[in-house]
C-alpha cells in the first residue's frame, strides 16, 4: 500500500475526456509493467490497458481508439487518457505494477461518466 498514488478520477459527461495519472518510486517504475484496470459496481475487476517498461502498449479490445495509455520515465509516472467516454466506463479505475514477482495496486480512483 502506498507505492502507486493514483489522481485524475471525476466525473465526464460521454463524449468526454479525463486523464488519470498514476506516480509510484523511480525503482518500481523502471522495472514494472505498469497497467490501469478497472472495476464497475457488481462486476469483476478487468485489464485497461498496460505499457511495459521499453514502451509496448496492451489495450482491452472495447478501449482500443479511445483510450491511450503513456509513460513518462522522467516523472515515474503512467497516464490514461480517456476520449469518447461512455456510461459503460463508468468504474474504480486502478493502476497497477508488475513486477512479475510482486503486484502492486494504487488505491483507485472512480470515473463516472453521465449520458
Known amino acids: 500500500q502506498g507505492h502507486l498514488a493514483e489522481s485524475g478520477g471525476g466525473s465526464a459527461q460521454a463524449g468526454g475526456s479525463l486523464r488519470l495519472s498514476c506516480v509510484t518510486s523511480t525503482s518500481i517504475f523502471r522495472v514494472s509493467t505498469m497497467g490501469w484496470y478497472r472495476q464497475a459496481p457488481g462486476k469483476q475487476r478487468e485489464l485497461v490497458a498496460q505499457?511495459?517498461?521499453?514502451?509496448?502498449?496492451n489495450y482491452a479490445d472495447s478501449m482500443k481508439g479511445r483510450f491511450t495509455i503513456s509513460r513518462d520515465g522522467a516523472k515515474n509516472t503512467v497516464y490514461l487518457q480517456m476520449n469518447s467516454l461512455k456510461p459503460e466506463d463508468t468504474a474504480v479505475y486502478y493502476c497497477?505494477?508488475?513486477?512479475?514477482?510482486?503486484?502492486?495496486w494504487g488505491q483507485g480512483t472512480l470515473v463516472t461518466v453521465s449520458s
Open positions: 505499457i511495459t517498461s521499453g514502451g509496448a502498449t
Open positions: 497497477n505494477a508488475d513486477m512479475r514477482s510482486l503486484q502492486l
